[in-house]
């Protein structure tokens, strides 16, 4: 079992800054490739970031590239999405996911967090 907790979701103004945080327990966190994903109202779920369990490879979705960045410590078990310019379409729970390496399925993403509100006002 791997247990995910965020943190750093708010209100933040249109081309602000907000850094999110995931911290992991359970089992050892480099084996798990890490990912964001995020929710709208009356919209699907989708990834925007994911990472490798090692930290080198990165996906962003194209809606995110040169704004948002994931990063990852695995000294501390956390894994960070760092947003920047984020537009009002940016609104949305982001959740924080676990699975055995980034090209899984979605039911591969068999642990995640409760989720975090972040909310872009324009």
């Known amino acids: 079992q791997v247990q995910l907790v965020e943190s750093g979701g708010g209100l933040v103004q249109a081309g602000g800054s907000l850094r999110l945080s995931c911290a992991a327990s359970?089992?050892?966190?480099?084996?798990?490739?890490m990912a964001w994903s995020r929710q709208a109202p009356g919209k699907e779920r989708e990834f925007v970031a994911k990472?490798?369990?090692?930290?080198?490879?990165?996906y962003y979705a194209d809606s995110v590239k040169g704004r948002f960045t994931i990063s990852r410590d695995n000294a501390k078990n956390t894994v960070a999405l760092q947003m920047n310019s984020l537009e009002p379409e940016d609104t949305a729970v982001y959740y924080c996911?676990?699975?055995?390496?980034?090209?899984?399925?979605?039911?591969?993403?068999?642990?995640w967090g409760q989720g975090t509100q972040v909310t872009v006002s324009s």
């Open positions: 990472i490798s369990g090692g930290g080198s490879r990165t």
């Open positions: 359970g089992r050892t966190f480099s084996n798990y490739a």
């Open positions: 996911a676990a699975a055995p390496n980034m090209a899984a399925t979605w039911a591969a993403w068999n642990y």
